[in-house]
């Protein structure tokens, strides 16, 4: 008797303040986010083509199942979540492609974040409005 265990591999990705959790299968190459798919969680065509670029990248379209479970940030911000977590995860599943994926710039973390709120000041930079009487 044969175990059918089926592969699973896992990565997290994250862009200004969305946070992707991202799940791959050996499947047709669907993708589900937040039990939705692609096409009505991401009506914007560039957002699908962002979320795609590893996976064209890589020759791998229609290879794996994704399920991404993504909270946070924008749908733009999302969208680059779940780009550097598919990265990532297919890094996981098998290590040779690293090098494509880093050449291209796809596993580089994007470190801009807001800037924080400082005392004395409107926002992160800006004065309030000087008066001198």
Not at 14 to 21: L, N, T
Not at 87 to 114: N, W
Request: net charge positive.
């Amino acid at each position: 008797m044969t175990d059918s265990t089926e592969q699973r591999w896992y990565a997290t990705g994250k862009r200004k303040r969305a946070v992707a959790r991202i799940w791959m299968t050996p499947g047709t190459g669907n993708i589900v986010v937040n039990r939705r798919t692609e096409e009505i969680y991401f009506p914007r065509i560039i957002s699908r083509m962002i979320m795609r670029q590893p996976l064209e990248l890589v020759e791998a379209d229609g290879q794996y199942d994704f399920h991404v479970n993504v909270h946070g940030g924008g749908s733009s911000a999302q969208a680059d979540a779940i780009k550097f977590g598919i990265a990532k995860v297919l890094c996981v599943a098998d290590p040779e492609r690293r090098a494509s994926l880093k050449k291209a710039g796809f596993l580089t973390r994007d470190a801009r974040i807001v800037e924080r709120k400082k005392y004395g000041k409107a926002g992160a930079r800006k004065s309030f409005q000087f008066s001198k009487r």
